[in-house]
């Protein structure tokens, strides 16, 4: 059987440097979309979280914080790491185009398709 590394999310986790804050450890949301600019292990890692290879203008720093503008409903500029999952997971459908209510939770597949 295959041996795992860390998976995606693991990966882009460790490259923003989670650092112990109040009791719990964080990432800085400016470190992620740093470490997604700068760092190729975890601009890799968030190709294979989406499915798709990303090109160096997705990995643009104002597009990456614009998507996760779009997708982040935490308050504050840090996420623990269940939050930073959560906020990972919304990015990559909205990466994905998949549709995106007006509070930016993740429609239904059969709300998407009435939509059309």
Not at 79 to 89: A, G, K, L, N, R
């Amino acid at each position: 059987e295959l041996v795992t590394g860390p998976g995606p999310l693991e990966v882009i986790w460790q490259a923003s440097q989670p650092i112990a804050a109040d009791g719990e450890v964080v990432v800085y949301k400016s470190n992620v979309v740093l470490a997604l600019c700068s760092d190729d292990s975890a601009a890799a890692a968030l190709s294979t979280l989406i499915g798709t290879q990303l090109t160096p203008q997705d990995l643009n720093s104002h597009k990456l914080q614009d998507t996760f503008q779009a997708v982040d409903t935490i308050e504050g500029g840090a996420w623990s790491y269940q939050e930073f999952c959560d906020v990972m997971e919304n990015f990559a459908a909205c990466f994905n185009g998949r549709n995106l209510n007006q509070s930016g939770t993740i429609l239904s597949q059969e709300e998407s398709i009435s939509k059309v």
